[in-house]
């Protein structure tokens, strides 16, 4: 079992560029989410998913877009970043067994000048 | 406006001290409360509350909540250097998946 992944562990993009950050799971959960964690303000949450097929928004949602084609993948697209997009961006996934324990990947660390 | 308060912002302890950190929440449609270690990467799971007065306990660690109040504890006994962490608290709403998370508590622990 990998867990969670995600792809790239770092990346630094221009103003402007678009690009995808990836996240999978091979534990088949149904539900998975993404965050961005930035200096004193915690965990906010993107964007969400409770199975293929369906996603959410989340509290900060604005400039990224998300798909859900498969239970194990959920990347998530910057569609012109900007520098308030510089933070670090992880990947959950959790059952939907009603422990709701998340499981994280690594994260990736995004930098954008 | 939902709101997940944790306290201390930062605490600096002895090693074998005992702490307990604070987590307070405003939240519509609660589900649960969970309590997570970060250590420079990814949040790691400790534990899932549900139910008020049932204390949860793992090793050193126990917490419990309080849904009258609005709260949450974590307690670490017999601190070790090892403990040194952000520690997250976050509150499950709505329908399924979705969290409000805490800015954290950074414990560090000295020898």
């Known amino acids: 079992n990998a867990g969670v992944t995600q792809t790239p562990k770092f990346q630094v993009l221009k103003t402007g560029q678009s690009m995808t950050l990836q996240c999978a799971q091979d534990m088949n959960h149904e539900y998975m989410s993404w965050y961005r964690q930035d200096p004193g303000m915690g965990l906010r949450l993107i964007h969400y998913s409770v199975g293929a097929g369906i996603t959410d928004q989340g509290e900060v949602p604005n400039g990224y877009n998300v798909s859900r084609s498969t239970t194990e993948d959920f990347p998530l697209r910057l569609l012109s970043a900007a520098p308030s997009q510089t933070s670090v961006y992880f990947c959950?996934?959790?059952?939907?067994?009603?422990?709701?324990?998340?499981?994280f990947g690594p994260g990736t660390r995004l930098t954008v000048t | 406006e939902d709101k997940v308060v944790q306290s201390p912002l930062s605490l600096v302890v002895h090693e074998g001290d005992t702490v307990t950190l604070n987590c307070s929440y405003e939240v519509t449609n609660f589900r649960s409360l969970l309590w997570y270690k970060q250590e420079k990467k990814a949040p790691t799971f400790l534990f899932m509350l549900t139910s008020s007065g049932i204390e949860k306990k793992s090793g050193r660690l126990s917490s419990i909540l309080d849904k009258k109040e609005l709260f949450s504890i974590l307690n670490i006994t017999a601190t070790q250097t090892g403990d040194s962490a952000v520690y997250l608290c976050a509150v499950e709403w709505g329908f399924g998946n979705q969290f409000y998370f805490g800015t954290g508590t950074s414990l560090t622990v000295i020898p």
């Open positions: 959950a996934s959790s059952p939907r067994d009603g422990s709701y324990e998340q499981y």
